[in-house]
């Protein structure tokens, strides 16, 4: 049987998965074709490109997530340009912006500044971008729209608007679904899975976060990625296995995978 399954964005170094990683993952590679764990920041994006060398199935992102750039040191980009050629780096990120926690000034122009810098080593070593985005909609479509919309990448854990999103898919982006789709309280997200292109659409997890219903609370792992598929073949009035074929083929496309 092909092998569909490709979670677009997990964090299989964190340490809820200390007592049964291995386990787990090993389990995983019978059904996944692929498996994408994300960087967050310099410490996370050398523990991806390890556990990518120590399993086929697994390809890693580098990056610097908008929460941490408070943290960032100045050799950080280094870094990330240095190491954003390895065989198995499919992409830069978790990058982007969070006004969630931090709504200072000062703070919101740094992750628009990282944010900036890090689209620029993307677009020089042609790699596509993994997008954070959270209660900065305005800002985080006007970067793209500015330094990248020439370039190829995944709006992750989308949850702002249909018409948003459309601005997104114009440019030739993805849009990353995760457990979120499954809430009874995600319309939003429910309405841009109904309206947008299959075409346009890739799978996650976010593992260990965001897990979906039936599981929604507890720890989430690339094993509940079928309630989502669930989920978006019945918002969209197709097949499970249709969405798979699809959502495969794109996350193959957007990965060069």
């Not at 080593?121 to 305005?138: T, Y």
């Not at 990353?176 to 075409?199: H, S």
């Amino acid at each position: 049987m092909r092998k569909l399954y490709i979670d677009t964005h997990a964090h299989y170094t964190d340490k809820q998965f200390n007592n049964d990683r291995k386990e787990l993952l090993n389990t995983l590679s019978n059904d996944f074709y692929a498996l994408v764990e994300i960087g967050c920041d310099i410490k996370t994006s050398k523990l991806s490109l390890d556990l990518s060398d120590k399993y086929e199935f697994i390809y890693s992102t580098i990056g610097i997530h908008p929460s941490e750039v408070k943290n960032a040191k100045s050799d950080d980009l280094d870094f990330i340009r240095k190491n954003s050629k390895g065989r198995k780096v499919v992409a830069i990120g978790e990058i982007g912006l969070d006004y969630y926690w931090d709504k200072e000034d000062e703070i919101k122009n740094l992750q628009k500044k990282m944010f900036i810098l890090q689209l620029q080593i993307a677009k020089e070593k042609k790699l596509p971008v993994v997008i954070h985005s959270r209660e900065a909609s305005k800002d985080t479509l006007y970067i793209i729209k500015t330094y990248a919309a020439d370039m190829k990448g995944i709006i992750h854990c989308y949850s702002y608007s249909y018409e948003t999103a459309k601005e997104y898919v114009k440019m030739g982006y993805y849009i990353g679904i995760g457990g979120v789709v499954t809430y009874n309280n995600a319309k939003k997200l429910q309405e841009t899975v109904e309206k947008i292109p299959l075409e346009h659409l890739v799978l996650e997890t976010d593992a260990p976060y965001l897990a979906p219903v039936p599981n929604r609370g507890k720890r989430n792992s690339s094993l509940n990625l079928k309630y989502v598929v669930t989920k978006i073949a019945e918002l969209k009035g197709v097949s499970e296995q249709e969405v798979l074929e699809k959502t495969f083929k794109n996350a193959r496309e957007v990965y060069n995978i």
